[in-house]
């Protein structure tokens, strides 16, 4: 049975509910002031339309659908502009650490007074895990182009993709003269590093939207792809060196597989910053970098999450619960924008609900949205100390260690080597994919790496999409997907 309750339990709850109504009246605010100037804009369109009613005497009105849309756009173009700017505040982040600080200073006291908070957690990790894989794993899964698994290690997988030519969307664009030259040639390996947020699904969501059907081709590209799976709380220790050995056991598999003395590196958002890093330290493995929507410099990423990274005790948060809790990261996501995020996209869908295309694949996108594993808290505590907050990354500072096993005396004996992360030691061509629209990474962020590399082949390409979009747009499938095709085979 629980102890008796601490004195400063009922003080923390307080406090925790008072911030957190807080929090809850600025969204309110936002949204009642976003109202009132979407009422002030309607006047003003009414009466311009009422001026043209009259001059072009007997037109007729509009019916109350069209003024409910137009109502409806105004509004929510004027949550946008509000949240932006009230979510990057400094007032809005120290509220909201403080309100976090609550939380976990009322988890703590709940421990303390005896209740099982670590038992409740994994007992949810469970319940979690069971959900995943009777609701959403079969499905994703069932989804994915033909692969082999090559190489496992605790909850990582190697995924090696196998063409075939009936696969749909397993051509990149090129025309049938252009496939027959490139059968001929020996095909460049690529692997593609996922970010350890959401899953690797996102890139072969379905055979119509899948980036790794489009970049896959007979003798051009043989596509590999890193899946983190599905951390639990086992793996609350592993940190970047760990994510990396990961990646150096694949190159090494890759090139013993396919003969190849270096491999072609992909990277995605955090996987990105894996893969930069592990360039550097190993430019002579990587034949060719491309960075898809990668945060670099982030003293230039002005996004709300990263101004709210920034604000949140890490260390604090990660001591208390162990790891990044998928459901949190969720909510984060969620809280940038509650209209867009939690409704819009819904009314948008059921106006599409005749559009099969189009259903499936809001069906996808939500399984995989809401299919979000936990990320290991040695591994979410570095990257946003030592990224977000400190900004080591491109100021040759970020420091990353190995285990090196060294005999002597008749023992073996393990000891940590700390390398620096150097940027300039990066000397294969590089491709940067920015997405315009991209809410999660700031456009000058992801640029900044073409200051910091000594690589003389630098290419942009840049999409007018968001982050998630780059993956399941039709315009990027047909355009970007094969462009980047192209790129990787002319290196």
């Known amino acids: 049975m629980p102890v008796q309750m601490s004195f400063f339990l009922p003080l923390t709850s307080i406090n925790a509910y008072l911030h957190g109504i807080a929090i809850a009246n600025i969204y309110n605010l ?20 009422s001026q043209k009613m009259y001059s ?39 509220l909201l650490s403080k309100y976090i600080q609550d939380l976990l200073n009322l988890r703590s006291e709940f421990k303390k007074a005896g209740y099982p908070m670590d038992y409740l957690d994994r007992l949810f990790e469970l319940f979690k895990q069971g959900q995943s894989a009777f609701f959403f ?16 290690k605790d909850k990582s997988r190697l995924l090696h993709y196998r063409y075939e030519d009936k696969a749909e969307g397993s051509n990149f664009g090129a025309d049938s003269d252009t496939k027959k030259k490139v059968r001929k040639r020996q095909p460049q390996p690529l692997l593609i590093i996922y970010a350890p947020i959401n899953t690797f699904h996102i890139l072969d969501l379905n055979p119509r939207k899948s980036v790794v059907r489009n970049l896959l081709s007979p003798g051009g590209l043989d596509i590999y792809l890193l899946d983190w799976g599905y951390p639990d709380s086992t793996d609350d220790h592993l940190s970047v060196e760990d994510y990396l050995r990961y990646i150096d056991d694949s190159v090494k598999i890759i090139k013993e597989q396919t003969g190849a003395d270096k491999v072609s590196l992909m990277g995605y958002c955090w996987g990105g910053i894996f893969a930069l890093i592990y360039s550097s330290l190993n430019n002579d493995n990587v034949r060719n970098l491309v960075l898809m929507a990668v945060p670099v410099d982030f003293s230039k990423d002005d996004t709300i999450l990263t101004k709210w990274s920034k604000a949140v005790d890490i260390d604090r948060m990660m001591n208390e619960l162990g790891r990044m809790d998928g459901q949190m990261l969720d909510l984060a996501f969620l809280m940038r924008n509650p209209p867009r995020y939690g409704f819009d996209k819904y009314m948008k869908s059921f106006q599409k609900m005749f559009d099969n295309e189009f259903v499936q694949t809001f069906i996808d996108v939500e399984r995989w949205l809401y299919d979000t594993p936990p990320i290991p808290g040695a591994l979410h505590r570095q990257i946003i100390t030592d990224c977000y907050i400190n900004n080591l990354l491109v100021s040759h500072r970020m420091q990353v260690g190995g285990k090196n096993t060294a005999t002597g005396g008749g023992s073996k004996q393990q000891s940590t080597i700390l390398a620096a992360v150097d940027l300039s030691k990066i000397t294969m061509p590089v491709l940067t994919i920015i997405a315009e629209k991209d809410d999660l990474v700031s456009r000058a962020s992801s640029l900044a790496i073409n200051d910091h590399t000594s690589s003389k082949d630098k290419s942009v390409f840049q999409y007018p999409g968001g982050h998630v979009a780059l993956c399941i747009s039709d315009t990027a499938h047909k355009k970007l997907w094969p462009d980047v095709a192209r790129w990787f085979l002319s290196r």
């Not at 756009?73 to 946008?80: C, G, H, Y």
């Open 30 to 49: 936002v949204y009642f002031r976003a109202f009132e100037r979407a009422v002030a804009e309607q006047q003003v369109e009414y009466i311009v339309e």
């Open 56 to 94: 072009k005497n007997g037109r007729e009105a509009r019916s109350t659908i069209n003024i409910f849309e137009t109502f409806y756009s105004s509004w929510l173009r004027n949550v946008d502009d509000e949240l932006k700017n009230e979510l990057k505040s400094d007032s809005f982040a120290e």
């Open 137 to 152: 794993q079969t499905a994703k899964e069932s989804n994915l182009a033909p692969f082999d698994v090559a190489y496992r």
